[in-house]
């Protein structure tokens, strides 16, 4: 019964280079979201997907940062072209469908970029 | 003003106390209110979820939504040690359920 799962669990990236940071959501769920959680903030919301489908990414920069999730494989979140301001801790969460107020969090990606 | 305030402690009791913690927010459309426990350098973990105005008891925590004065909080009955995180409470449904909206989170300490 794996929950949602996340890797890698720790990148360190040089700025300029890019960032792939991947999720795999819990069992049966369908719906995979994206939060970012800077320092002594709280967590922020960037991404909503759906297999093959970008439902909200209201809360995504404009630039450098794309999601995806492909019909097969786990959702991706990449950032080129990271700078310092792009460390943080992000998280992937997952949930069912019809059921997207409960958000089930995976363990985190903390991006280093140096 | 930010949408959703928590204070962030840190706040310490003794164990078996009860801990009352809290968070106001400023956006009426709010409609489905959560609380995640996250221990250090870990995800966030649900723990209550509550949909609209009301009280909701497991186990040892209770949660309470009051929408009229835009508040809600979590209890913690009998705190233990293993209680010491930081709770993070979140909340949705302006307009999409799918997008939380989330508190900075209160620090827990609980002693021996």
């Known amino acids: 019964n794996a929950g949602v799962m996340q890797n890698p669990r720790h990148l360190v990236r040089r700025r300029g280079q890019e960032a792939r940071l991947r999720c795999s959501p819990m069992?049966?769920?369908?719906?995979v979201y994206w939060y970012r959680q800077l320092p002594e903030e709280g967590l922020k919301f960037m991404v909503y997907?759906?297999?093959?489908?970008?439902?909200?990414e209201s809360g995504m920069p404009k630039e450098r940062f794309s999601a995806e999730f492909p019909k097969e494989g786990p959702s991706i979140l990449r950032i080129q072209q990271v700078v310092r301001g792009d460390s943080a801790a992000y998280f992937c969460?997952?949930?069912?469908?019809?059921?997207?107020?409960?958000?089930?969090f995976g363990p985190g990606t903390r991006l280093l970029v140096l | 003003q930010k949408e959703v305030e928590q204070d962030p402690g840190p706040l310490s009791v003794p164990e078996g106390a009860i801990v009352s913690l809290n968070c106001t927010y400023s956006?009426?459309?709010?409609?489905?209110f959560m609380w995640y426990r996250q221990y250090s350098r870990k995800g966030p973990e649900l723990l209550m979820y509550?949909?609209?105005?009301g009280n909701k008891e497991d186990g040892r925590f209770t949660a309470q939504v009051d929408k009229s004065s835009k508040y809600i909080s979590l209890f913690i009955r009998d705190s233990q040690p293993s209680d010491s995180a930081t709770y993070l409470c979140?909340?949705?449904?302006?307009?999409?359920?799918?997008?939380?909206?989330f508190g900075t989170g209160t620090r827990l300490q609980v002693t021996l």
């Open positions: 509550t949909y609209s105005s």
């Open positions: 979140a909340m949705s449904g302006a307009g999409t359920a799918s997008k939380l909206t």
């Open positions: 956006n009426s459309a709010f409609q489905y």
């Open positions: 969460a997952s949930s069912p469908a019809g059921a997207e107020e409960t958000q089930y």
């Open positions: 069992k049966g769920h369908s719906h």
């Open positions: 997907l759906q297999k093959e489908n970008i439902i909200d």
